[in-house]
Nanobody, 124 residues
Framework: QVQLVESGGGLVQAGGSLRLSCAAS????????MGWFRQAPGKERDFVAA???????YYGDSVKGRFTISRDNDKDTMYLQMDRLRPEDTAVYYC??????????????????WGQGTQVTVSS
């Protein structure tokens, strides 16, 4: 079992920045691929970014060049630095962990463990 807890969400103006964190506990952290997904009201949960245990990184098209994913295996923590935020980035952001390979990083079904989510709201 892995427990995931997100933090760092909040309200920010368009063009601003936020940094999300995801702390893992239990059977951790460095064993798993870690990912971020987001879900806006009335929409499906979409892939944002993922980072493998070996450091492979994959981004969703809508966040490339604006978001940066990283992880600190010693602290069992993953981060998402979000810059140049847009109103359309408003969503609940979830972190996830799973055993998977690069070609499946973007699939929700690749992840076995999920956090409770943290709200990010970007005002125009």
């Amino acid at each position: 079992q892995v427990q995931l807890v997100e933090s760092g969400g909040g309200l920010v103006q368009a063009g601003g920045s936020l940094r999300l964190s995801c702390a893992a506990s239990g059977r951790t952290g460095s064993t798993y691929t870690m990912g971020w997904f987001r879900q806006a009201p009335g929409k499906e949960r979409d892939f944002v970014a993922a980072i493998g245990r070996n450091g492979n990184i994959y981004y969703g098209d809508s966040v490339k060049g604006r978001f940066t994913i990283s992880r600190d295996n010693d602290k069992d923590t993953m981060y998402l630095q979000m810059d140049r935020l847009r109103p359309e980035d408003t969503a609940v952001y979830y972190c996830a962990a799973g055993i998977t390979t690069y070609q499946y990083y973007a699939y929700r079904g690749s992840y076995d463990y999920w956090g409770q989510g943290t709200q990010v709201t970007v005002s125009s």
